[in-house]
């Protein structure tokens, strides 16, 4: 399995959830020496999923604050609300 295969076979494991990568290597038995660092950019780069910085869920990069007084990063739900 090469790098892309395994991105593209765990974005379904990852959405909405909130596992590491070092689980889906271990469930889908990676052993071709990928850093998870690797594996999360390709991640936002092929299929736009980010983890939040605030509660580690995986979700679309579009739900995370791109800037919101230095809440960047985080979903809807750890960000401050608007007063």
């Known amino acids: 399995m090469t790098l892309i295969e395994f991105v593209d076979a765990i974005v379904g494991d ?41 509660c580690d869920w995986w979700m679309d990069a579009s739900e995370l604050a791109h800037d919101y007084d230095g809440w960047c990063g985080y979903c809807e739900d750890c960000r401050p609300a608007s007063t």
């Open 14 to 54: 990852l959405e909405c959830s909130c596992s590491t990568i070092e689980e889906m290597m271990e469930k889908y038995d990676v052993d071709f020496g990928v850093e998870v660092n690797e594996v999360e950019e390709e991640l936002g780069a092929r299929h736009n999923l980010e983890r939040c910085a605030g």
